[in-house]
């Protein structure tokens, strides 16, 4: 059919940014899903992003060709090639298929059947099974998206006329090119020397279009096989290379707008502008600093977010810097809890983890929005429990011991061996962690000289005893072990008692959150 375009967007950063004001770019979606492994975490991003968007879709079960004992039928339609497979292998894929609809239904969608048992298309979601290797059900595929777009979405297929819009997928360097813009358009007409406007990091961003180029038939636009055709025109809807001067601050995402007319060029240069401030965000309230590979995740983000009552104070496009570090600080004096950096798909810069280790602000990156979601929620969630739970006397104290090779009275049953304590103070009952991270069970008894005892201070010289290990096997007769002091208490030693403790014990706390920062993450105790 003419007029339909089919947009791969690997990974979800370019589906997210097939976005505009009000909705998706995408008039209707093909949802893949690997029918031997089922529905996977990213599944229901896109879903979640679909849902949103209000973008109907269908799904393609691919791999079909991986269910075991399948008879691959080269490039036949579905219910061909299910027709001569044994009884086992459509049983199997039966299952299979039938777990994905148990999910779906699970998730709140009515409605959803294989496409050759479905009557109507606008109540149910079809589940076509595909093989992309070889082919089996792709026909099917085409013929059922096809009969879709032609019954109810007829309405969208119209001759395309005047300024080009469309939205930025990607901004990358090309090899022979320099800086290249990848766009789609969804209306409108785009010729060379034409002057666009598109959204900028700080503003939006005045160029002219110096070339056009459209990979060659069957290539791909993001990794093609052969070089560009050049272009002087080209008509929506249709996905292209632009080159073009004083694009490196474009942000992917980004609403792009061909000036037909110079007097129309302040307009539209304001509704950019406009949309662009929708989607950032920034004021003087509590909540989280969120950023973002792109605009288009930016916007996914903001919504996921808000809809599970997480508050934002700022949200921008690009990495995270020492600024966002100074307002997240800012931030904690309105609400400790929402004293954090989120970053989607985005790098840290140096000066930012610096800062952030200085200041004591959590960073949490992710390139799967609901876990980033998941991982924050479970901080702030841990963070309040811990602030109404313990005082001082409640929390276990750091202290940082040296082995004494030269003291090792029993080896095992229990373990008896000397040590040296070098920071904080000792006590019974409490767990040791070697500096290489290897837990060890729990201090059983401190003595001196035959005697028990209920600590031991710094520099102090005792035998202590400990069940369940061997030396030699366990642990080394040499180890330099600390006491193994929980990531709550750490966090409520740092930001309540830090002045009750001791300089010996400030410093067997510091070695002792450096070294699990080294083991675990490097925001552990944040």
């Known amino acids: 059919l003419p007029g339909i375009m089919v947009v791969d967007t690997p990974g979800h950063a370019a589906f997210m940014n097939l976005r505009r004001r009000g909705g998706a770019v995408a008039d209707i979606a093909i949802l893949v899903i690997d029918v031997t492994a089922g529905t996977m975490p990213i599944t229901w991003e896109s879903v979640r992003i679909l849902r949103e968007r209000k973008v109907p879709f269908i799904i393609a079960a691919n791999k079909i060709d991986r269910v075991s004992g399948w008879k691959p039928n080269k490039d036949a339609d579905f219910l061909d090639t299910y027709n001569k497979q044994s009884k086992f292998v459509k049983e199997y894929l039966e299952e299979k298929l039938l777990q994905i609809r148990i999910n779906f239904l699970e998730e709140g ?145 980004s609403p792009f707008r061909v000036v037909g007319d110079p007097s129309q060029e302040e307009a539209v240069y304001q509704e950019i502008e406009d949309e662009v401030k929708r ?77 952030a280790y200085e200041e004591n602000i959590r960073i949490f990156t992710n390139n799967v929005i609901y876990r980033l979601l998941e991982d924050y929620v479970e901080y702030a969630e841990t963070r309040k429990a811990e602030d109404t739970a313990k005082g001082l006397s409640e929390l276990i104290m750091p202290a940082k011991l040296k082995m004494l090779p030269d003291y090792i009275f029993r080896s095992s049953n229990p373990a008896v061996f000397g040590v040296r304590v070098e920071a904080g103070t000792l006590e019974p009952k409490v767990s040791l962690i070697t500096s290489e991270g290897k837990k060890v069970k729990r201090v059983h008894q401190i003595q001196d000289r035959g005697q028990n005892l209920d600590k031991a201070e710094r520099d102090s010289e005792v035998a202590i005893s400990i069940r369940g290990i061997e030396i030699g096997k366990d642990i080394e007769n040499d180890e330099t072990l600390f006491v193994y002091v929980p990531e709550s208490h750490v966090r409520q030693l740092m930001s309540s008692f830090l002045n009750q403790l001791t300089a010996d014990q400030k410093e067997a706390l510091r070695e002792y959150i450096i070294m699990m920062r080294r083991i675990k993450h490097p925001w552990w105790g944040m």
Do not use: C, W
């Open 109 to 253: 969608f009515k409605g959803i059947d294989r496409y050759d048992r479905i009557k109507n298309f606008t109540k149910k979601i079809a589940i076509v099974p595909t093989s992309a290797k070889t082919g089996e059900g792709i026909s099917t595929l085409i013929m059922i998206l096809m009969g879709l777009v032609q019954s109810y979405l007829s309405e969208n297929l119209n001759f395309s006329e005047g300024p080009a819009k469309g939205v930025v997928l990607e901004v990358k360097k090309e090899k022979g090119y320099g800086k290249t813009m990848d766009v789609l358009i969804y209306d409108g007409i785009i010729h060379k020397n034409d002057i666009f406007i598109v959204g900028g990091l700080d503003k939006p961003i005045k160029s002219k279009v110096r070339a056009l180029f459209t990979p060659k038939p069957l290539d791909e636009i993001r990794d093609p096989r052969q070089k560009f055709d050049s272009k002087d025109m080209i008509s929506a809807a249709a996905g292209f290379k632009v080159l073009a001067p004083d694009i490196d601050d474009v942000v992917a995402g």
């Open 279 to 355: 989607i950032k965000i920034k004021t003087d309230k509590a909540g989280v600093v969120l950023k973002a590979d792109t605009l288009g995740s930016l916007e996914a983000l903001e919504n996921h977010f808000s809809k599970n009552n997480v508050k934002i104070s700022i949200a921008d496009v690009g990495p995270i810097k020492k600024e966002d570090i100074i307002n997240a600080t800012i931030v904690r004096d309105l609400d400790p809890y929402s004293a954090a950096v989120l970053g989607f798909n985005v790098p840290v810069l140096p000066e930012a983890e610096e800062r």
